[in-house]
T-cell receptor
Framework: SQQGEEDPQALSIQEGENATMNCSYKTSINNLQWYRQNSGRGLVHLILIRSNEREKHSGRLRVTLDTSKKSSSLLITASRAADTASYFC???????????FGKGTKLTVNP | NAGVTQTPKFQVLKTGQSMTLQCAQD?????MSWYRQDPGMGLRLIHY???????DQGEVPNGYNVSRSTTEDFPLRLLSAAPSQTSVYFC????????????????FGDGTRLSIL
């Protein structure tokens, strides 16, 4: 079964606005990863946050992790049309070598 | 480095035909995996390998076989294709540190788009 579930399924915003996507997961984790997928392409790793971290930044990306609620959020600030893509969270099920993905959030940034 | 290379990019099969999807990586990664992506379903893990000669099942292994004879290659075989296997297939690889992929970003190929009629 899939570990992560993203919310919302789709998000449409204007250029310059912030975009927030949420991910919930089911079991304990060591870390959580976010990936991006442009249309017709493979996934690209964006950021990894460890279970002992609460917040992490990378450029215009801000990721938070709340292990007590088993949830994470990805914030993209000052969005650009080029940020249009699908975004996925992924976790390794505890003790396994299986990286499990959520169903993703499709982000559209309108110029 | 080419990264992760998948071939072919597109393929159309008839029900019952067999096919091998190729995946090669030139980063000397121990870990390789196959996913399928269907609309509204995200990515689902089919099979994975933690090194040459070692493979294991993921979430949706039925109808697929894999082998890992070298570090570089991880082919996915469909022995008797079914319409339900119409999907986009992605291969990924990563190092393993301390015997785990837990902290390792995955490197993905650009996918094989497979249609089964």
């Amino acid at each position: 079964s899939q570990q992560g579930e993203e919310d919302p399924q789709a998000l449409s915003i204007q250029e310059g606005e912030n975009a927030t996507m949420n991910c919930s997961y089911k079991t304990s984790i060591n870390n959580l990863q976010w990936y991006r997928q442009n249309s017709g392409r493979g996934l690209v790793h964006l950021i990894l946050i460890r279970s002992n971290e609460r917040e992490k930044h990378s450029g215009r990306l801000r990721v938070t992790l709340d292990t007590s609620k088993k949830s994470s959020s990805l914030l993209i600030t000052a969005s650009r049309a080029a940020d249009t893509a699908s975004y996925f969270c992924a976790t390794v099920q505890g003790g396994s070598e299986k990286l499990v993905f959520g169903k993703g959030t499709k982000l559209t940034v309108n110029p | 480095n080419a990264g992760v290379t998948q071939t072919p990019k597109f393929q159309v099969l008839k029900t019952g035909q067999s096919m091998t999807l190729q995946c090669a990586q030139d980063m000397n990664h121990e870990y390789m995996s196959w996913y399928r992506q269907d609309p509204g379903m995200g990515l689902r893990l089919i099979h994975y390998s933690v090194g040459a000669g070692i493979t294991d099942q993921g979430e949706v292994p039925n109808g697929y076989n894999v082998s890992r004879s070298t570090t570089e290659d991880f082919p996915l075989r469909l022995l008797s294709a079914a319409p339900s296997q119409t999907s986009v297939y992605f291969c990924a690889s990563s190092p393993r540190r301390g015997g785990s992929i837990s902290n390792q970003p995955q490197h993905f190929g650009d996918g094989t788009r497979l249609s089964i009629l």
